[in-house]
């Protein structure tokens, strides 16, 4: 019993940091704010039909929470929770001879380009609030007894499945997280890397498939058509080439070779003036019957410079000119949900309009930092602590890098995860410079 009162006592600044920060945030955005892509996905929670073009996943999970907190603020609380409870984790992770680091982690998030982000309900969110709880109980593990120690990696192993589930792309940065998971564990060299590198990644891609489409019967919408035709459309701008190939009807085709396309993102052609692209894709069957692909590959090989061109222009509006750094309302929807600014987040708006034109604000000092401390993560001895920050940097590098060439958008919340891992990082490399003087 002493013991356990010596424990609590020395744990209890972070629990009450942890505690205090997680109120502020509800407060401050209660009961979220929604988008017009959680609005989807939340009615398709709610009427229990799913397509795929939104990870279905979310729209399952909000199905969940509505039963018990209806409307959005059910998916706030539980963001904030994971959260706030991933950053306690890694916080309790380190010894307490280093209070002040211990404690640094949870001041990372109060930080306006860490916090901003978390009060809005989108998959970004989810995802990147699952992997760092993941993180925190691997962390966790690693102080634990082993028959402890197992429950919190199958927990952790657990939450990074559902992690991947919520975005499409999350697989590039999943791979440096299972190292991490598995890195400890008492496996032939081999046959962990095994693991690592295909079996982990395969039942991830295979379980997400058969819980979209096996379990929740979710209608396929060939969201990926959405990259074919932003390539293609990219392409054809620069090119001044049309590498659609459809009947354009009047101007339509110097139009969308001149004034449709922006290096921001494809929704151009989607929606407004040029959505007659769409449209034509649609209509044609151009959009389901596979042949964008065969024009999208036969683009590329004729135009590899235009589609590099098209591609770095997007990626680099993303790193340094995101949109959308902090939303400060909710979409226009019939449903009754609205959200009104707080005193605490007209604070935080303030706070981060003076602050966005700042490296923090932008993806791009993000992406460098990252690279930085997995390139000094790698000729560093092996330690707890190296191995922590090695991981996430590895993960925020690689997840973000992938944007490269599966952007279709360049909004602030595409890095959620890349901020969050290489924020919650600096601590654990600070830790490990003291650690080993």
Known sequence: MPILKSCIKAALPQVVLATLGLIITLRAFFPGLVSSDALDQYQQGTSFIFNDWHPPIMGFIWAITNDWIP????????ECILYWGALLLLSLSIP???????????VVGFMPFTVGTLGHIWKDVLHGVTWLCAVGLIA????????????????AGFLLLIGSMTRFNAVFGLLPLVWLLFNKTKIYAAKKWIIIFFIFPAFTVLSTAAFNYGFLNSTKSHVYQSLIVFDIGGISHFTEKDYFKEEWHSDEKSEFLTTCYHASAWDGYAWGPCGFVLQKLLTSGSWSDGSLMKKWLSAIYDEPGAYLKHRFGNYMRLLWHPNSVLEDQTANNTLGFKYEKTGLFRVLQ?????????????????????????????????????DIFLALNMSSFLYLLAYL?????????????????????????????KTTK
């Open 350 to 386: 303030a706070t981060t309009n003076l602050l966005k034109h700042t490296p923090f604000f932008k993806p791009g000092f993000w992406l460098i930092a990252s690279l930085l401390f997995t390139l000094y993560g790698l000729f560093a001895r092996k330690s707890f602590s190296r």
């Open 71 to 78: 409307g959005p603020f059910g998916m706030l609380l539980l």
């Open 405 to 433: 060439f599966v952007g279709v958008a360049s909004d602030f919340r595409y890095a959620y995860w890349s901020i969050l891992a290489t924020s919650a990082s600096l601590p654990f490399v600070l830790l490990y410079k």
């Open 140 to 155: 966790v593990a690693d102080a634990r007894k082993e028959g402890r120690q197992k429950k919190l990696l199958l927990l």
């Open 96 to 106: 307490q001879t280093h209070r002040k680091l211990s404690i640094a982690v949870l």
